[in-house]
């Protein structure tokens, strides 16, 4: 079954969950400060949360200032995991057509991540490589930043952008792996997205530290028959003292609330 | 001086150029290979030009497609160039505030990269930790592929998106190191960019294979004493038979054409 946006749906059925654990691990913070243990940390925060968690997103910006030994970290977390959750490179690429293709390759190939975050801004001819792999693709819609407002927000022909977002995004699903990055802090714009999204899925970071709701977040975004993925970093990383039976313990809080809503 | 528009100019000056030669390399479109053969050819292209430019444009997906080997080259490239022109890092970046600071220090410490492209999608947040380097940032405003159409093209209350990012731009500038990107295709809205950025520099993409007229947007690109850096990559990278005496060449026509526009 190589259709992503089903591989995905199949993953979080299996493990009966919708959380995404969002691996954005501040090595400065550990107990121990060298690469080494962060990179055993990683591993060991996957392999304690893994029969629980059916996605893994992974930001980019937290590996890439390590430089090379961030790099390799990259790889070895898709290699850990080895198809036992779906992953997410959280890299917020795109360019134009040539280049996005590269990326693709980067992430897709290279890394081997099963799917990816992108920005919309350069428009659909961007966005299209990442597209023809069997690989999931999560366009930015509406983000949970105050920086939202900035452009997102804006009216366009009496829309909001991130609609026109959520609409081409629907357009261009013809090989149904893309899905929408929808930010929990903005519920009553959810609504109108579910309407214009239809069935794509959502990965909605935003709930725990940023204060978004996870019942509105899962109610919203399970209608029509959709998948909403709640995306936990901070929250779950960082709870407690930080150790990994505090991790384990607020992974299986967070799987509880989620499997009492659903 | 660390004023990044300061030493951008002066760099400029100095060279009598508004050349930014692109090193969007694609490793399989060499006579040889090979991984050591692609870095040396990189290097060999920056030292038969860089007395002529004063700009380097670094696509980081033709490197990040090679993985850790293309990592180091990313290094390799300003290890290289250290201090003799100008290293853009064309990574289009951009995420919530601290992820964006975590990738200012990827490509600004790590890489050392004297400057970076980035998404505006998701607004001023977004944008502002690389502002607060002694950095350049170039932020995209209008690009030069179709796609441009789809959401930078539009209205929003009454004024084209692209406008909208280069106010935006402009109220940042405070410490005098944002640029933007604006596409050489774009003849007829380049006009109004340049009056919304006022002094803001542009690094300007799409002269030679796209089309765009190299007079019109050093034209308008220098109004208001402003500066148009002119991005050139397959024009010049692989002209002839992609020889370094072929790329020599054109970095030579490309800069004599320039400066009689000058």
Chains 1, 2 share one sequence.
Not at 25 to 43: I, P
Not at 47 to 53: E, P, S
Not at 113 to 135: A, N, Q, R, V
Request: with cysteine; charged share 25%; aromatic share 10%.
């Amino acid at each position: 079954m190589n259709i992503f946006n089903h591989r995905l749906l199949k993953c979080c059925m299996e493990k009966n969950n919708r959380l995404c654990l969002g691996l954005d691990l501040d090595n400065r913070k550990l107990k121990v400060n060298t690469l080494s243990y962060f990179e055993g940390f990683v591993k060991d925060i996957i392999d304690t949360t893994i029969d629980l968690c059916p996605v893994y997103k992974i930001n980019f910006a937290f590996y890439e200032r390590l430089g090379k030994a961030g790099y390799n970290i990259l790889s070895e977390i898709t290699e850990h995991i080895n198809g036992r959750a779906i992953t997410i490179a959280d890299a917020k690429r795109g360019d134009i057509g040539n280049s996005s293709k590269y990326y693709a390759e980067a992430i897709f190939d290279t890394l081997n991540y099963d799917s990816i975050t992108i920005s919309p801004y350069m428009g659909e001819d961007s966005i299209k490589p990442f597209c023809e792999y069997d690989k999931g693709v999560f366009i930015l819609c509406l983000t949970s930043n105050i920086g939202s407002n900035d452009f997102q927000n804006k009216n366009i022909d009496g829309e909001k952008l991130y609609l026109h977002v959520a609409k081409l995004a629907c357009d261009m699903n013809r090989n149904n792996n893309i899905g929408l990055v929808v930010g929990a802090t903005k519920n009553n714009q959810m609504e109108s997205i579910r309407e214009y999204s239809k069935g794509l899925p959502w990965l909605i970071p935003g709930v725990g530290f940023q204060g978004g709701s996870l019942e509105d977040s899962i109610r919203i975004g399970s209608k029509y028959d959709s998948l909403p993925i709640i995306n936990v970093s901070r929250g779950i990383i960082y709870a407690g003292n930080g150790s990994l039976d505090d991790i384990r313990f607020a992974t299986e809080e967070y799987t509880k609330k989620i499997r009492d809503i659903l």
